[in-house]
């Protein structure tokens, strides 16, 4: 419904106020409908919480405080707005006030539940039945309109917070599609590339469709790279910027095997100086597990910077005569010699990998120097 159509409804309804003390007598269809939209919001809100655990920042937690202040201040007018439609359904009510402010105050929500926070509370409720209860719900918006003004820029916030910069302009996106690049492709997308990229990253049919956006659109990541760590202003990975600059000037000037040599020296440096000895946690072991408690600590945004590490990181072991990876592989960089494995493909993600993590690492530096 447009801003224009909330505006005409919420007039008529202020003339009309008789009208939503009456009691509303709903068909079988219409019981129906709302016995099963009643349902839907049920399950919604109780959702199967998928690795990883996500956890919000201290700012959008504020943020979340701050709503449940101004949804527990409304209580009162929304049982009001709809108590016509909890009398017609009344087996139906405790269903429906599990919409509270106390959704609000779990700190452990996961972004289909937010994602399900947005859409319920910034958009009018269609609840599928008669006129007169949709009037109801656009009665009860008109009245929300301080509320809703206000918890707009917060949901915003709560969204902007789970993602990086370069993905938060893709509409509708779902962490298990960036869990499906990072994670099982190994492809970085925290800070780069950039969104349109990123998108079409993301929006592939498949490993091999994603391989060939690398192939097609090399240039502008290796440029988005070069941003990336041309833009880091923190002590804690001023050593590695150089280097990180040397291998994209490889690359650019058709050296592909030196740029992913070092690409691959730079990843392990990177994270072992981070990470240390807990490196291996998160990296595969000689059976190809993974050990899930490791990545349950992170939050969404560590998750997406730091999953790549899951196949960059995929065993290989000469001695035991193990194919040679085609796709990039830290391991198969460093320890043969291989067309197969040296590619200006492999050398760019081998760069994507470095310069994500540098771009994640000089984040976390830059924060932590503005808490001090």
């Known amino acids: 419904m447009s801003d224009e159509e909330h505006g005409d409804e919420s007039a ?30 049920r399950r919604s809100l109780n959702p199967k919480i998928r690795l990883p655990t996500f956890t919000l920042p ?91 003004k206000n918890i707009g820029p917060a949901i915003a916030s709560m969204h902007a917070a789970f993602y990086p910069p370069n993905l938060r302009a893709i509409e509708g996106l779902k962490f298990e599609e960036v869990e499906q690049v990072v994670m099982v492709d190994g492809i970085p997308l925290y800070g780069v590339p950039r969104t349109s990229t990123a998108e079409a990253l993301i929006r592939a049919d498949g490993a091999s469709n994603r391989r060939d956006t690398l192939g097609r659109r090399w240039k502008t990541i290796s440029a988005d790279c070069r941003d990336a760590v041309e833009g880091c202003t923190s002590g804690a990975v001023a050593s590695y910027v150089p280097f990180a600059v040397a291998a994209i000037d490889a690359l650019d000037a058709g050296h592909t095997a030196a740029a992913q040599a070092l690409a691959g020296s730079l990843v392990d440096a990177i994270l072992s100086s981070y990470f240390g000895k807990d490196r291996y946690k998160y990296t595969p072991d000689k059976k190809g597990k993974r050990n899930k408690d490791a990545y349950d600590e992170f939050s969404v945004r560590q998750f997406i910077a730091f999953a790549p590490m899951w196949q960059t990181y995929q065993q290989f072991f000469v001695t035991d005569g193990d194919k040679v990876p085609a796709t990039f592989s830290r391991n198969a960089t460093a320890h043969t010699v291989s067309r197969r494995q040296f590619n200006r493909r492999n050398a760019l993600q081998g760069l994507m990998v470095a310069c994500s993590l540098l771009y994640r690492l000089d ?10």
């Open 12 to 41: 008529d309804d202020s003339g009309d106020e008789g009208e939503a003390e009456e009691r509303i007598e709903l068909t079988p269809e219409q019981e129906e409908a709302l016995r099963r939209t009643m349902e839907s919001i």
């Open 58 to 148: 201290e700012s959008t937690l504020r943020n979340i405080a701050a709503i449940s202040r101004i949804a527990e201040a409304q209580q009162v007018m929304v049982a009001s707005a709809i108590k016509p439609i909890l009398d017609a359904q009344a087996a139906w009510q405790k269903q429906f006030l599990v919409i509270n402010s106390d959704i609000f105050k779990s700190k452990a929500l996961a972004q289909s539940n937010l994602n399900l926070i947005a859409s319920q509370l910034t958009k009018n409720i269609d609840f599928g039945i008669a006129e007169s209860a949709a009037k109801i719900a656009a009665q009860f918006t008109a009245q929300q309109a301080t509320w809703l």
């Open 363 to 372: 984040e976390e530096a830059v924060a932590l120097e503005a808490e001090d």
